[in-house]
Nanobody, 132 residues
Framework: QVQLMESGGGSVQAGGSLRLSCTAS????????AAWFRQVPGGQREPVAS????????????KYTRSSKGRFTISKEDSNSMPYLQMNMLRPEDSGIYYC?????????????????????WGQGTQVTVSS
């Protein structure tokens, strides 16, 4: 079974930055989709960013939702690592629990965000608090 674990959350002032990391154990697939989600109290998990990972472990086709575009970056440090989420110019409305997710397929934004296919694997979440 695949296990995901987020790290890097914390409390920051508005305008600051955080980098969220995701560690994986187990084998997702020869290629896979990965994404970051945010959940606020009383709300559902909403997508933040998406990335396609090819069979060489390289990321491509990075996509972002409206609120994160231009401020957040989803990328990979190395071919062996899971995608991280670099968050800059943070706003109080960015606060919430952030989850990394993965699934063994492709065309990630289209399949999962536009079509609505479910991700197979989820971490437990890491708290992000942005103060004004």
């Amino acid at each position: 079974q695949v296990q995901l674990m987020e790290s890097g959350g914390g409390s920051v002032q508005a305008g600051g930055s955080l980098r969220l990391s995701c560690t994986a154990s187990g084998y997702i697939g020869p290629y896979y989709c990965a994404a970051w989600f945010r959940q606020v109290p009383g709300g559902q998990r909403e997508p933040v960013a998406s990335i396609d990972i090819d069979s060489d472990g390289h990321g491509d086709d990075e996509k972002y939702t409206r609120s994160s575009k231009g401020r957040f970056t989803i990328s990979k440090e190395d071919s062996n690592s899971m995608p991280y989420l670099q968050m800059n110019m943070l706003r109080p409305e960015d606060s919430g629990i952030y989850y990394c997710a993965a699934s063994g397929d492709t065309f990630c934004w289209s399949r999962h965000f536009e079509t609505g296919a479910k991700y197979d694997y989820w971490g437990q979440g890491t708290q992000v608090t942005v103060s004004s």
